[in-house]
């Protein structure tokens, strides 16, 4: 008896020994995450000489460069064919060329003079004649196609329902008419229009002139924000082109098609709702060209390989983007904290794990770094890695992104530090206890959840890479410090990052990732609660 217990002091003791000194060692390594290091580097990151970094531009590239060379400084592997630190992330930027159409008397363009619901590529201009049939609609009270063929022509029509004066429907023969009161009710004049042969589809647009004007305004100031091209995968199809052209005009246009006023189109929009109009307005031959240009993005994820030892067949991936939303009207949107303090932490952390494994303290397990491309597009860098993988998906362990870290939100002003902590709980409770016992363990700082909650309206959780292998089960950590007057403005710069704060982020990055690392055994995936 007392043989065993001795021999259970020894092995408490031996295990109490093991656990200081890995801690000792963490701290060792974690020491290397400076102030100094990380303004070095988002100094550049975030300099105007970068221009926002943009998704496809010439100065992300640079970016990826720079940070492709840091890992080779690190000593990690290039995984992307055994030879490149850069997995081309094979994007293409969709937008439109020529894209008007013309009447006798004029030639109306797209987002200067009417907008669209669906879109269908013509490259090539074409000549179509128009029907008008009234609001569009098929049924037994009220049936716009009764006497319009339609079949290869243009259909106009009124845009919504008609209404009587107490806001009820003429329409009785229809037994779903609810589904015309919805916001996309074009859609069942579309399927009506292309099932009598349409080529085309002209909703006139039931706002008055003024507010269409405005529709138009607003059209075109998210253009000039967003640009009139989008940007996603190669692989896909296109998701705005379709096969029938849905296009919204104003009355001005309308009257100018059919050679009439626009106090004449509201006695017919009138007539419209007691009786089928179709035919009422004079066919006209327009011309029209939608021209859709397809432009190749070359972007990148960079990718840093750290082999581990005796457990080098599992991965701990470290996360965040690099990429942000370029210029616009001259102004440059340099992104310091979206996401640059996000992506220097990455390379901090990275440094850290590099430090250990030239004293002979590699993790256990593999580390992958990795700064992806496209976040602010959509997520497309993660999201092409969890469809391309460099290393396979069920040897991921978990994925520990880092999206914003260098400032401080309105709740926590004056406050002690904190960091916004999601998802850790969703997949694994092995995760979420590491972080907890980490943080406790090393200079701790207050571990915020309440974007955790999957009621939060914000939706964070769903707005950053690392979402994309929580869809695939793969165990997630998202690191944040919130949003703050500057997210997304050009007013994102170097001098407000609080580095001190961003410090002490990374360093708890480093810490759970370090024991995800070196673990006896692989977390588990126990719940799924995304």
């Not at 987002?111 to 590529?121: E, Q, T, V």
């Not at 990429?323 to 904290?337: F, L």
């Not at 990374?506 to 995936?525: E, G, M, Q, S, T």
């Amino acid at each position: 008896m007392k043989k065993n217990t001795l021999l259970i002091s020894i092995l408490c003791l031996s295990a109490t020994f093991f656990q200081t000194n890995a801690q000792k060692i963490a701290e060792k390594y974690a020491k290397t995450i400076t102030v100094k290091d990380l303004k070095k580097h988002l100094t550049f990151i975030a300099s105007d000489s970068l221009k926002g970094r943009d998704t496809g531009s010439p100065e992300q590239k640079v970016a990826a460069e720079y940070i492709a060379k840091q890992f080779s400084n690190y000593g990690f592997k290039a995984p992307v064919n055994g030879k490149s630190h850069l997995q081309l992330v094979d994007l293409v930027k969709r937008g439109w060329g020529d894209f008007y159409l013309k009447t006798k008397n004029k030639e109306f363009k797209y987002l200067s003079d009417f907008i669209a619901n669906s879109i269908s590529p013509m490259p090539q201009e074409e000549n179509f004649e128009t029907v008008f049939v009234g609001y569009g609609i098929e049924d037994k009270a009220l049936n716009d196609y009764e006497s319009a063929k339609v079949n290869g022509k243009i259909v106009v029509a009124f845009e919504g329902e008609p209404r009587l004066a107490d806001g009820s429907y003429l329409i009785s023969g229809n037994t779903e008419m609810s589904k015309w009161s919805k916001g996309d009710a074009w859609k069942e004049k579309m399927a009506t229009a292309k099932s009598k042969g349409a080529k085309a589809l002209l909703l006139i647009s039931k706002q008055s002139v003024e507010e269409f004007e405005k529709v138009i305004k607003q059209r075109q100031t998210m253009l000039k924000r967003f640009g009139n091209a989008r940007i996603n995968f190669a692989e896909e199809k296109d998701p705005q082109s379709s096969d029938f052209a849905v296009l919204t005009i104003g009355q001005t246009m309308a009257a100018d098609l059919f050679n009439t006023t626009v106090a004449e189109l509201s006695i017919l929009k009138e007539k419209a709702i007691t009786k089928s109009v179709a035919n009422q307005l004079e066919k006209q031959s327009v011309k029209i060209k939608i021209e859709r240009t397809v432009l190749p993005v070359e972007t990148y994820n960079v990718l840093g390989y750290l082999e581990g030892t005796d457990k080098k067949d599992e991965l701990v991936i470290v996360t965040s983007h690099y990429d942000h939303v370029g210029v616009t009207d001259g102004k440059i949107y340099n992104g310091a904290d979206d996401d640059g303090s996000g992506t220097v932490s990455v390379l901090e952390v990275a440094q850290a794990f590099s430090e250990a494994a030239k004293s002979g303290n590699k993790p256990r397990r593999s580390m992958l770094f990795m700064t992806v491309t496209g976040e602010e597009k959509g997520l497309l860098g993660s999201e092409y890695y969890v469809r391309h993988p460099v290393f396979p998906l069920e040897s991921t362990v978990c994925d520990i992104n880092i999206d914003m870290v260098g400032r401080t939100d309105k709740e926590h002003e004056g406050k002690g530090d904190y960091i916004y902590v999601i998802g850790s709980d969703k997949l694994s409770s092995e995760l979420h206890a590491s972080l907890i016992e980490q943080n406790a363990k090393h200079n701790p700082i207050d571990l915020d959840f309440r974007f955790n909650d999957p009621n939060d309206p914000n939706r964070f959780y769903y707005r950053s890479d690392h979402y994309n292998f929580a869809k695939n089960k793969i165990p997630v950590a998202f690191f944040f410090n919130g949003v703050h007057d500057d997210y997304h403005q050009p007013t994102d710069d170097v001098e407000k990052i609080e580095f001190d704060k961003m410090e002490k982020r990374a360093k708890l990055v480093f810490y759970l990732a370090w024991n995800i690392a070196n673990r006896d055994k692989r977390i588990v995936v126990d719940s799924d609660k995304k």
